[in-house]
C-alpha cells in the first residue's frame, strides 16, 4: 500500500530544494554518506524485520538521501551540508512550511497534521494521507529533522500511526546524528 502514495516528506521537500541540477547527474549506490547514517540495528530491532539493503541517490543536490524497508515502513534519511540553499535555518522555520502546506491539502481532506513539535534542537511532524482514491484508507509520515551542523531528516512511513510516534522518530533521528 505505501508503495503507491507520495510521502509527506517528499510531497513537503520538493519545493525545499528546488532548483534541481540535472537528473542525469544523479547516481544510485547504497554506499553514500546518508546510508551509513542509518542506525539499522535500532530499527529492525523496533520495526521486527531485516530492512532492505540501503540504497541512495546522491548528485541531485548537495549532499545524499537514502532509503530502506522494513515489513511494511519505508524510512528515509537525507543530508545537506551547512549552508545549503533551500533547506530551514531553524527549527521553528522547518515547522512552519510543512503546516501551511498541509493545511492547504487538509481543505480537500486529503492530508492533516497530527502532531507536532520543536523538541528544541529537532523537529519533528507527524501527518495522515489518504493513500488513494480507490483505497479510502490513511497512511502515515513522521518526519524529524535536525538543523545544526547541516540539515538531517529522517521519515518514516507507516499504516499504522502507533509504531511512528515523535519520539520514537526523534530517537532515531538523533542516533544517524552521532553518526555523522
Not at 487538509?106 to 492533516?112: G, I, L, S
Not at 523538541?119 to 513522521?142: A, P, Q, V
Request: proline share 6%.
Amino acid at each position: 500500500m505505501w508503495q503507491t502514495r507520495i510521502t509527506i516528506a517528499g510531497m513537503l521537500a520538493g519545493p525545499l530544494l528546488l532548483p534541481l541540477p540535472s537528473l542525469a547527474q544523479a547516481t544510485s549506490t547504497p554506499n553514500a554518506n546518508a546510508c551509513s547514517l542509518f542506525p539499522i540495528a535500532d530499527l529492525e530491532a523496533h520495526f521486527g524485520g531485516k530492512a532492505t539493503p540501503a540504497r541512495s541517490t546522491t548528485g541531485m543536490t548537495a549532499g545524499s538521501s537514502c532509503i530502506v524497508r522494513i515489513n511494511s515502513h519505508r524510512i528515509a534519511i537525507k543530508s545537506k551540508p551547512p549552508g545549503t540553499a533551500g533547506v530551514p535555518r531553524t527549527i521553528t522555520e522547518g515547522l512552519a512550511g510543512p503546516r501551511m502546506m498541509l493545511e492547504n491539502a487538509k481543505a480537500v481532506n486529503t492530508t492533516e497534521v497530527l502532531e507536532a513539535k520543536d523538541f528544541g534542537s529537532i523537529g519533528c511532524y507527524m501527518g495522515k494521507f489518504k493513500l488513494g482514491s480507490t483505497s479510502g484508507g490513511w497512511g502515515y509520515d513522521t518526519i524529524c529533522f535536525l538543523v545544526q551542523g547541516g540539515y538531517l531528516d529522517i521519515t518514516v512511513g507507516s499504516d499504522n500511526p502507533k509504531d511512528i510516534g515523535l519520539e520514537v522518530v526523534k530517537g532515531f533521528l538523533e542516533k544517524a546524528a552521532a553518526r555523522r
